[in-house]
């Protein structure tokens, strides 16, 4: 299993940012995906769930309205599409995907910060 994200970086407040999620190595059209943020000294949040077939979402309430989670799953790939994004959205945004208990995969992470 690999999966690997890309997309974090440096952006301004009130800037746009969009994560990627490529995975290989397990069914990705099984899978509920959902992405995590966390920062230093904090527990790891669940910011955004999507489920295998796309067709129901959930948000935190401190994203909902600027974030936006989305998969293709002929591409075998997740996306984080987060808009007017704040300082407090800085944080290491990991993706997961997660079918039970014993088949549960996570990204390694990638940082976004958001800073003038």
């Known amino acids: 299993v690999q999966l690997v994200e890309s997309g974090g970086g440096l952006v301004q407040p009130g800037g746009s940012l969009r994560l990627s999620c490529a995975a290989t190595?397990?069914?990705?059209?099984?899978?509920?995906m959902s992405w995590y943020r966390q920062t230093p000294g904090k527990e790891r949040e669940l910011v955004a769930t999507?489920?295998?077939?796309?067709?129901?979402?959930n948000y935190a309430d401190s994203v909902k309205g600027r974030f936006t989670i989305s998969r293709d799953n002929d591409k075998n790939t997740g996306y984080l599409q987060m808009n007017n994004l704040k300082p407090e959205d800085t944080a290491v945004y990991y993706c997961?995907?997660?079918?039970?208990?014993?088949?549960?995969?996570w990204g390694k992470g990638t940082l976004v910060t958001v800073s003038s």
């Open positions: 997961r995907f997660y079918l039970s208990y014993a088949f549960n995969y």
């Open positions: 190595g397990f069914t990705f059209s099984s899978y509920v």
């Open positions: 999507i489920t295998s077939r796309g067709d129901s979402t």
